[in-house]
């Protein structure tokens, strides 16, 4: 007898969600696509560890003692696709990994947050801008309750009156979509299934296309907002540590916030997504919606999540099979 294909559906659709990330965080309307994205990953991660949790729990099974203990038939049990000791054996691995990993990361997380929310209650001033006498030109939003804008004087001095507002604005959209929260959540699901790892950089990607469209709204001028992002990307990469571009980024956390250590507490923030694309996406008009395709991956995540609960169903049935025929 061969394994019902609901086993192995979730896994296979996890590949196909990570293979369509990237086109729909350039195609879609970033706040669709953030929300989307996001969905996707957490869906796809609960599909797949149901899958790998009704894998081992079928193993299980067919171990003497658990059969005596539920009454259950030994000869159906040895018989049935579902108890296959190999399969059940890797599930049983792959599932305690994939569960001790996203736990990890969601502690990791959440201690990033608490350290972010502290940080920004220490910074000094009262508004929602914190700006610090610095010639490093950093321009960050650090979430919290509530969360700040941290701009350097390196940076101001940098930008145009107009490009400072489409800054600010950025980062405004920053803390007041939660979009820190879209990026822990899709960290959590992608350690839970590594396969699905191109969503969080498409996630990313997608929140920082819907800060600029954001930003390039809140003043009106969409060139602007584009030529802010570059020239802040520009000066900021002047500094030879950072190897890659960075601009305009959300920090989950920072340095030690103890005696508002300048240093300590620019020293760690979020990367941005490829600059070159969210400039090309601002000098073209907005995107277009596309209910098709989120359409498309919308019913991608329900089949998963149905197939596994198909998985689920298989199992029960054989249980009170063998059962019935003990």
């Known amino acids: ?8 559906l979730a896994l296979v659709l996890a ?37 790998l949790a009704v894998s081992a729990m079928g193993s299980a099974l067919r171990l003497p003692p658990v059969a005596a203990v539920g009454h259950m038939s030994e000869r159906v049990l040895r018989h049935a696709p579902q108890t296959d000791p190999v399969v059940g054996a890797v599930a049983t691995v792959l599932l305690l990994t994939c569960l001790v ?32 006498d610095d010639a ?58 590594p396969l699905l790892w191109p969503l969080r950089g498409a996630v990313a990607f997608a929140t920082e296309r819907w800060a600029d469209e954001r930003a390039a ?28 571009p960075a601009a305009l980024g959300v920090a989950h956390d920072s340095g030690r916030a103890h005696g508002l250590a300048r240093r300590q507490v620019l020293a760690r923030f979020r990367r941005t997504g490829p600059l070159p694309r969210r400039v090309k996406a601002l000098l073209e008009p907005p995107p277009a919606r596309r209910p098709l395709l989120v359409a498309a991956m919308a019913a991608l995540v329900v089949t998963s999540l149905l197939a596994a609960q198909d998985a689920v169903v298989d199992l029960h049935e054989l249980v009170e099979h063998a059962q019935a025929a003990d």
Do not use: K
């Not at 007898?1 to 192995?8: H, L, V």
């Not at 030109?137 to 979430?143: D, I, R, V």
């Not at 145009?160 to 405004?172: G, N, Y």
């Not at 939660?178 to 699901?189: D, E, M, N, Y």
């Open 15 to 51: 590949a196909v969600a990570a293979l369509a990330a990237r086109p729909l965080s350039g195609r879609l309307a970033p706040r669709a696509a953030t929300w989307l994205l996001t969905g996707t990953a957490v869906g796809l991660a609960v599909a797949s560890l149901a899958t």
């Open 101 to 132: 990993s996203a736990l990890c990361v969601a502690v990791r997380q959440g201690y990033r947050l608490v350290t972010s929310a502290r940080t920004a209650r220490a910074l000094p001033g009262h508004g929602l801008i914190a700006l610090v």
């Open 217 to 244: 709204a809140s003043i009106d001028d969409r060139a602007q907002t584009a030529q802010a992002i570059g020239r802040a990307a520009l000066a900021h990469n002047r500094r030879p540590r950072l190897a890659q």
């Open 136 to 193: 490093e030109a950093e321009a960050f939003a650090l979430p919290g309750r509530p969360g700040r804008v941290v701009v350097t004087t390196g940076m101001l001095d940098v930008l145009t009156p107009a490009q400072r507002d489409a800054l600010i604005a950025h980062e405004r959209a920053h803390l007041a979509d939660r979009h820190h929260l879209f990026r822990a959540l899709t960290a959590v699901a992608v350690a839970a299934n």
């Open 1 to 8: 007898m061969t394994r019902d294909p609901d086993t192995y």
